[in-house]
């Protein structure tokens, strides 16, 4: 085979799609007879110079392949069969990759650079292959530029791969100072400067050391600005893209550069290609994020000792950054409102001057409403747009109170320019601006309603009325009409103005999706979603109307069921419009088992809509299956113990949904349906329980799984146990041991960042669930001394997370309400464990003290059960 590899290599590309599925097939057998031959083979191929450019550089991708992929488990897998191969064959491959960096192919080169990366993430963790970053480091000196910009290619792909601990200071410093002296103006090469910069940019996080260093921070600095002016457009986007990265990880570091900075940002924006104009507005995004996350963290109060104070740099910029953003809004594209991906300067902007109306409030409005009332009624149509995208987005930030007068004033005219504008751009934000006033200024949290009984018929129908314009407005109206929906959701008033358009407006909705362009601009999408929203928001006196809209539904459900013979194009658009049907139904059926009036009349149609639900499962697609489980899941929760009916049809799918490793989300969201079903049917689950158990123990045991699942899976146990009680029983022995090593294992996690706690909290939240769950299954039974061997890993578990102050406050509710149900059930018994462990007495009186009402509550009732337990 090796003689012959490149041969195949290239049968591989070949447009003839039987030679390259044969070839691909050799290549696959290949691989799994004998990996390492493979792999020099592959090598071997890369670093041959008189090879041809096609077959080095498919040899070089599946090596990489070969050593990393998306899915954890098999990423796991790769890396354990490279660390078995032997060192002799593993050093050969590595000089071959190292040789190819001096190749005359960039694309030889290129590739080898991102293999040599993912092979030093796997060995560098492993303390092996300590040379590779000396020696890399020495090839910078080489005199050909090409070896350089291959090299520096590769230390940025490596400080992507590695992690920075990885990597000694001394390291770190060397690589910092290669890089940087490649980016330097005197570096005669574009194409070196260019690899440095892009380096650079992956080497920022290794930097922590560095950016403390004055000295240091400021050759940094000064060469990323030079680098900014370079005549070169791609080292100028890239010197940008690592500001943009600074502004985030080293806010705090930034004052003394603030101003130049702004210099030269504002020069891009004005003159500069887009691609550079896009990241000097980007930096300013960037800014804002970090600025509106220190003030919302800190609720804008600062004392001497936060962490990160907050410098108001947008504050002090806005009198220049304001007007620099105001004039990229004039920087449209004619059709951009028809390209779904369309990323330009004008909508840069707009996104940035929000994200600055979120980061100083009512400052802004007095610096944008000239450029409005200037623009608003001008003949071209992109000073018109641009008026109404700069007011749609200042209406976020600013208090209600600040904005009503002008929205009052502003509506009006609004309305008619979505009627009577002969610009379709115009229409578009209009609509969108439209949505955005509904979205932040109007509700039951606003003072003064801008809607009200003598304008919401004029806004209803100048909303239906668009929503028969072109696809991309009508989508903006459907979206507008959502968010007026969602503000009368907590409305207490027993008539919202909406009431009276009920109908009107179902019916609008309901024509839009049978539009023929429909699957334009999430047209279709966006029409549903308004409708549920509109039901869901909807009062006892339009319940008929939502029950008429039952059998409407289901009728287009059933007709897409029915439909033959379709193209894989056209199965796909059926499985989305599948998906949507059954979106619209669980709200229907959510909003009609709320009272039992409503609920009695709409359970005539359940056995024909779970009908409907289980024809769907038939039906190949992930999205289609989430959307059916969970409306299957709000119809259990409606039907209560009848839905047992239906359990020996629907098992079969509920069991294919459990074992969906590929498709996660689908596996998560049948495990929360199960929780929905054992509340239906309670004792009456018992028949299918051993199934299900088993297969939510293979799920917890399969590192195939995605992570995520784990934690509903834990608190699914609780729902199981709380529907069949002592029938528990037989399961305690798997589920025991399961729960206290992910117990043991979620309890320490210290210096974890933040992404690992909040998955921490999840899972430590799952496991209390399913405790509360057992403890109260088994209240009041004889068979409640099963639980008794293992009240002290409980009881050290809830210490240790005490211990430990990292819960958030969903835990920590959930944790004092543990503590509760285990005195509760084993009363007496665990009298003397309670009162040893520090939860009982110093996280008892924490949560008893909290501000959280919920806490407090769960604290003052696990109180009494613990005095109640230890006076037994």
């Known amino acids: 085979m090796a003689m012959e590899v490149t041969q195949v290599l290239l049968n591989a590309q070949a447009v003839d799609g039987t030679v390259r599925k044969q070839a691909e097939e050799s290549l696959k057998q290949f691989q799994e ?71 005359h192919v960039l694309d030889a080169r290129s590739t080898a650079s991102q293999v040599i990366a993912k092979v030093a993430g796997i060995e560098l963790p492993h303390k092996q292959w300590p040379e590779l970053i000396g020696t890399l480091l020495s090839n910078i000196h080489q005199l050909p530029p090409h070896v350089k910009q291959a090299t520096l290619e590769t230390l940025g792909y490596l400080c992507e791969e590695v992690s920075s601990d990885m990597v000694d200071q001394d390291q770190v410093n060397k690589i910092l100072t290669a890089v940087v002296q490649g980016m330097n103006s005197s570096e005669g090469s574009n194409d070196v400067r260019l690899a440095a910069t892009r380096a650079l940019y992956n080497a920022l996080g290794f930097a922590q050391a560095n950016f403390t260093n004055d000295m240091e921070r400021d050759y940094i600095m000064r060469v990323v600005c030079e680098a900014t002016l370079s005549p070169d457009v791609k080292i100028r986007q890239a010197a940008y893209e690592c500001l943009v990265s600074i502004s985030s990880t080293y806010y705090e570091k930034l004052a003394p550069y603030i ?3 702004f210099n030269i940002t504002a020069k891009a924006v004005k003159g500069d290609d887009e691609p550079v104009a896009l990241q000097a507005i980007e930096f300013w995004s960037s800014i804002c994020d970090e600025e509106i996350d220190i003030l919302e963290e800190y609720g804008g109060e600062f004392s001497g000792d936060s962490d990160v104070p907050c410098f108001y740099f947008i504050k002090q910029a806005l009198p220049v950054l304001v007007p620099m953003l105001l004039e990229t809004l004039l920087k449209q594209e004619e059709d951009q409102d028809q390209d779904e991906g369309c990323w330009n300067l004008a909508m840069a902007g707009g996104t940035c001057l929000g994200l600055v109306a979120r980061t100083v409030g009512d400052d802004i409005v007095p610096l944008v409403m000239p450029f409005i009332e200037e ?46 504008d002969p610009n379709n751009h115009v229409k578009d934000t209009t609509a969108w601006t439209l949505g955005r006033i509904f979205e932040f200024l109007h509700g039951s949290t606003v003072e003064t309603p801008i809607i009200t009984h003598s304008n919401c018929q004029q806004i209803i129908t100048v909303l239906l009325q668009s929503m028969k314009d072109a696809p991309n407005v009508a989508e903006k109206a459907c979206g507008a009409l959502y968010f007026l929906a969602q503000g009368y959701d907590d409305a207490n008033s027993s008539s919202p103005p909406l009431t009276p358009f009920f109908q009107d407006i179902v019916q609008a909705l309901l024509n839009v999706t049978h539009r023929e362009d429909a ?8 029409a549903y979603e308004s409708l549920n929203e509109v039901v869901r928001c909807s009062t006892d006196e339009t319940a008929p109307m939502v029950m008429q809209l ?23 658009k059926q499985a989305e419009l599948q998906g949507l049907l059954c979106g619209c139904l669980q709200v229907i059926i959510q909003k009609l088992s709320a009272s039992e009036p409503t609920k009695y009349v709409f359970m005539q149609y359940a056995d024909q809509m779970m009908g409907l639900f289980l024809r769907v499962f038939a039906c190949r697609n992930a999205t289609v299956h989430e959307e059916a489980m969970l409306a299957i899941g709000a119809l259990a929760y409606a039907t209560g113990p009848d839905f047992a009916k239906y359990m020996s049809e629907f098992y079969k799918y509920l069991e294919m949904g459990l074992q969906n490793f590929e498709e996660y989300q689908v596996c998560a969201i049948t ?35 995605h992570r995520s699942v784990k934690p509903p899976i834990f608190s699914c146990f609780g729902d199981i146990a709380l529907a069949i009680g002592e029938n528990f029983e037989k399961y305690l022995i798997y589920a025991m041991p ?9 309890a320490h996690v210290s210096g974890a960042d933040d992404e690992i706690m909040e998955y921490t909290n999840l899972l430590r939240n799952g496991i209390l669930e399913a405790y509360s769950g057992i403890f109260q299954g088994f209240k009041n039974s004889p068979k409640t001394q099963l639980l008794m061997p293992y009240a002290p890993h409980i009881l050290q578990f809830l210490d240790s997370l005490y211990v430990e102050k990292d819960m958030d406050d969903v835990v920590s509710k959930t944790a004092i309400g543990v503590l509760g149900d285990l005195a509760d059930t084993l009363g007496g018994n665990a009298g003397p464990l309670i ?8 996280f008892l009186n924490e949560c008893l003290a909290s501000d959280d009402q919920l806490i407090k509550e769960s604290a003052e009732w696990a109180k009494l059960t613990i005095s109640r337990a230890i006076s037994a």
């Open 259 to 261: 101003q130049d900075i």
């Open 550 to 572: 039952v059998p409407v539904i289901m009728l287009e459900l059933h007709q897409t069921l029915e439909a033959q013979k379709l193209s894989s194009d056209e199965r796909e």
């Open 738 to 746: 399961m729960l206290q090593g992910a117990a043991d294992l979620s």
């Open 835 to 842: 009162q040893q462990s520090v939860s009982s007495r110093d």
């Open 519 to 526: 699957g334009e601009s999430r047209l279709r999408t966006s």
């Open 671 to 705: 495990v929360g349906v199960v929780g929905d079903i054992c509340r239906a049917l309670e004792e009456k689950v018992l028949p299918y329980c051993d199934g299900i158990m088993t297969q939510l123990l293979k799920d917890l045991s399969s590192n195939q799984l």
């Open 33 to 103: 007879q004998n990996l390492q031959s493979f792999l020099l083979s592959l090598s071997g191929e890369l670093a041959s110079e008189d090879k041809p450019v096609d077959s080095r550089k498919l040899a070089g991708l599946i090596l990489k392949n070969a050593l990393d992929a998306r899915e954890q488990h098999r990423k796991f897998e790769l890396v354990q069969r490279w660390l078995a191969l032997d060192a002799a064959s593993k050093t050969q491959i590595k000089t071959c990759l190292l040789s190819t960096l001096s190749s």
């Open 375 to 420: 623009n608003i009624t001008k003949p071209d149509w992109r000073q018109r747009e641009a008026a109404t995208y700069a007011f749609g987005s200042i209406l976020e930030g600013p208090s209600p109170n600040n904005l009503t007068s002008i929205v009052n004033v502003a509506l009006n005219f609004m309305l008619t320019a979505l009627m009577k």
